[in-house]
């Protein structure tokens, strides 16, 4: 355990490195210090995107369904997700004409802002709706936080002070990547959060598969299909991202005379990256090696034949389950305050310039790599969820996750020690990466909309420096009470609650806080596709608070239903119910005259 905790120590040390470098003593505006403080890469953006994208939220559910052999859930969900972030390209155009006019003013530039100024500008719509983003993020890192706490338990047994310990102080290294160097410190970290992250889950695969191999016994279908796929998959990234997993760029521009202004200590730290980039690189060939013996073993007929037998097994899911597992995905990208971030940061180079092929061009790499790697890297989770069983043993159950870390725990050999080391730092870096980002965009919220709420002056045209510092002084107090509530309100689920990782309770309050989000939906997108003649159709301010309000009040009406009574349609109704609700008032809305908005 010792040597466990020194590399998750300096794993969460290398992660602030770039941050130290990209702290600065004072910021002009806000969108510095809330966007990007310079111009960010697109892979920068890329990888911190997806990096965002594989939560412990996702790994939890996913590991369950691999386990168990039921893969059609998980395969529903990454094609949705992908769908879901191709949707935001799709209808690009007002979404970055809203962010250009924000960055040249430097205004808000989140999602409350845009539904605010499609429906009349009214100040209580964008309260109201960054109010449920604050909520919804505080509980979606609280998840986060739990899945942390799940990993910990089997290894640490019967310390529940120490598990509560760590967690806490999960919470603070969360809070120190987000503020230090605002959020373009928070996309560096979390790039090379997913680096370390690729290392543990390439190389925790790698070895799982060795130990599989090295007992020979018959292979579930289920279990055939996940070896062809994770390296399939493998071999893929190496075709498309050869050997550049993280972006190995300076941290700072180049000045006017084309001199690198990087200190000794930023090349040395980009050494260090490169040298991760060929540690993922051989991990990820090492995958592809052991599964080609494995399979080959097998005979390539019999893994064709197993294949197809595991994708004909069906799903246990109910109908209802699944509409929800195609509509969360499909939805949730576009109402994510986190990828409005992200988009604002990649486009702000080009705000006050005429490039539009340029920016295009980031944009389509973006989404194209977003959409295809992420889904990729959800189903590499579930097909590692079935591996893991397969080599260790483990009974596939409600509790699989814990059940599959006592297991390595309990074995005194040097492949189990390694497999559960790299495991549990590319676990750290998992939750990080998204908390992190959650954390950043919620101070983001604070600061463009709810701040000016209480302080009016924090948001008129070219806020003196001194005005912005204290804006941004307080937007890091309220912050660091969202801090408090998330820490107090993960004791009190984990100690009260008692909630499993995997179980459908836990489920139930991520959609609860979806749910919030979502409803956000019929706000953004019916204005959008209604257009018509180059007018949005908008909604009068009450009907747009009536459609909040009811949308985010369906879908936690259906999780409270489900929580009070044990039915599980229930708690698969929420997401149906809440976007349902939603578009349906908005619907009403645009035929009642009356309270209908002027275009």
Not at 27 to 50: C, G, H, K, L
Request: charged fraction near 10%; aromatic fraction near 12%; charge should be neutral.
């Amino acid at each position: 355990m010792t040597f466990l905790a020194f590399v998750l120590l300096l794993s969460l040390g290398i992660c602030l490195v770039p941050i130290c470098f990209l702290r600065r003593p004072g910021y002009q505006r806000a969108q510095d210090y809330f966007v990007s403080s310079q111009y960010t890469p697109p892979d920068v953006v890329q990888n911190a995107s997806i990096a965002y994208a594989l939560r412990m939220a996702t790994f939890g559910p996913f590991f369950a369904w691999g386990a168990s052999g039921d893969l059609w859930p998980a395969i529903i969900s990454s094609v949705f997700f992908g769908l879901g972030l191709y949707l935001i390209y799709f209808l690009r155009r007002p979404l970055l004409e809203f962010l250009d006019s924000a960055l040249r003013h430097d205004r808000s530039i989140t999602v409350h802002e845009f539904i605010a100024q499609q429906h009349a500008n009214d100040p209580s719509v964008r309260l109201l709706a960054s109010s449920l983003t604050i909520f919804a993020i505080a509980g979606l890192v609280v998840g986060e936080a739990l899945g942390v706490a799940a990993f910990l338990k089997p290894l640490l047994p019967g310390s529940g002070a120490s598990v509560d310990l760590l967690v806490f102080g999960t919470l603070l290294v969360m809070g120190l990547y987000a503020v230090v160097a605002g959020n373009s410190g928070a996309m560096q970290s979390a790039q090379l959060q997913l680096g370390i992250l690729y290392l543990g889950l390439f190389g925790s695969t790698a070895l799982l598969l060795y130990m599989s191999a090295s007992e020979v016994r018959p292979m579930p279908p289920y279990g055939t299909f996940a070896i062809l796929f994770v390296a399939a998959c493998c071999a893929v990234q190496i075709c498309y991202r050869r050997i550049k997993y993280i972006d190995t760029g300076p941290l700072r521009e180049i000045d006017a005379d084309g001199n690198d202004r990087d200190s000794a200590a930023m090349r040395l730290f980009r050494r260090f990256e490169k040298f991760l980039n060929v540690c993922i690189c051989l991990f990820s060939v090492l995958v592809i090696v052991v599964a080609y013996i494995e399979l080959s073993f097998a005979g390539f007929a019999a893994v064709a034949r197993d294949s197809v037998a595991a994708l004909q097994a069906g799903t246990r899911l109910s109908a209802v389950g699944v509409l929800a597992l195609m509509l969360l995905p499909l939805f949730h990208p576009i109402v994510d305050i986190t990828n409005w971030q992200r988009i604002a940061a990649l486009t702000k180079r080009h705000a006050h310039e005429d490039e539009p092929r340029r920016r295009a061009a980031a944009l389509r790499g973006l989404f194209r790599i977003y959409a295809v790697e992420s889904p990729l890297l959800w189903l590499f989770m579930c097909m590692f969820g079935a591996i893991a069983v397969m080599a260790t043993d483990t009974p596939a159950g409600a509790d699989v996750v814990q059940a599959f870390m006592e297991q390595l725990a309990s074995q005194e050999n040097l492949v189990a020690a390694l497999v559960l080391s790299l495991l549990l730092v590319g676990v750290f870096a998992l939750a990080l990466s998204t908390m992190t980002a959650m954390f950043s965009a919620s101070l983001c919220t604070i600061r463009y909309d709810i701040v000016p709420t209480f302080w009016p002056a924090s948001a008129a045209f070219e806020v003196q420096p001194l005005e912005e510092a204290t804006a941004r002084r307080r937007t890091i107090v309220a912050g660091a009470g969202l801090g408090l509530v998330i820490a107090l309100g993960c004791y009190l689920a984990d100690a009260s609650l008692r909630i499993s990782f995997t179980s459908s309770t836990f489920v139930a309050l991520l959609f609860a806080f979806y749910c919030a989000q979502l409803s956000f939906a019929p706000l953004i997108l019916g204005p959008i596709i209604c257009q018509t003649g180059g007018t949005f159709k908008t909604v009068s301010p009450r009907w747009a608070l009536v459609v909040l309000g009811f949308g985010a009040a369906s879908g936690l009406g259906a999780v409270t239903l489900y929580l009070l009574t044990g039915t599980e349609p229930w708690l698969w109704a929420s997401v149906p119910a809440c976007l349902g609700s939603g578009f349906l008032l908005y619907a009403i809305a645009r035929v009642w005259p009356r309270h209908a908005a002027p275009a």
